[in-house]
């Protein structure tokens, strides 16, 4: 795919702090988008992507941990909900819509997950380390939260100073 990627929305967007909605039918305008995404993600590159980031506040996601070198290993998910999460991991995480910022971020080592699959097909799934944590930050995505939301209120103001003289200056 030689197309534009998608424009990644950056913390502060306001598509970034809402619900995403949830998707009644899977229509080609989601079908393109899921596509668009993905490749958007592989070009960052990213192993992770929820459509929200790309200014869609709609409940899709992609995740590839092979970054684009695997195609069976792209992962799309409608509605995706966590049913259950089991033990706890921290780990520096990033994000592309919070550019140059790592940020040690505690989330569940398992979790069992549902959602629906672009074929329509449901899915039901356990997820453990990386993915686990991948799918969790994306989800988090569709729920109008950050990995700066995730953080101690004294990093988080720290960070949003930061941000501010960066939009200031036209870093950001």
Request: aromatic share 2%; with cysteine.
């Amino acid at each position: 795919m030689d197309a534009e990627p998608l424009k990644i929305c950056k913390y502060g967007e306001e598509v970034l702090k809402t619900k995403a909605a949830d998707i009644r039918d899977i229509s080609q305008h989601i079908v393109d988008l899921a596509a668009a995404m993905a490749h958007t993600m592989h070009q960052a590159p990213g192993i992770g992507l929820a459509a929200p980031q790309v200014g869609e506040s709609l409940q899709l996601v992609t995740v590839d941990l092979s970054v684009g070198e695997k195609p069976e290993e792209l992962l799309v998910v409608i509605n995706p909900r966590i049913i259950e999460m089991e033990g706890h991991e921290t780990s520096e995480e990033g994000c592309l819509s919070v550019p140059g910022y790592s940020l040690p971020i505690r989330r569940g080592a398992r979790l069992l997950l549902q959602g629906i699959l672009l074929d329509g097909r449901e899915l039901r799934a356990e997820f453990d380390g990386l993915k686990a944590r991948v799918l969790q930050h994306e989800i988090d995505h569709l729920d109008g939260i950050t990995i700066v939301d995730r953080v101690s209120t004294l990093k988080r103001s720290l960070i949003r100073k930061e941000i501010k003289q960066k939009r200031k200056s036209g870093e950001w």
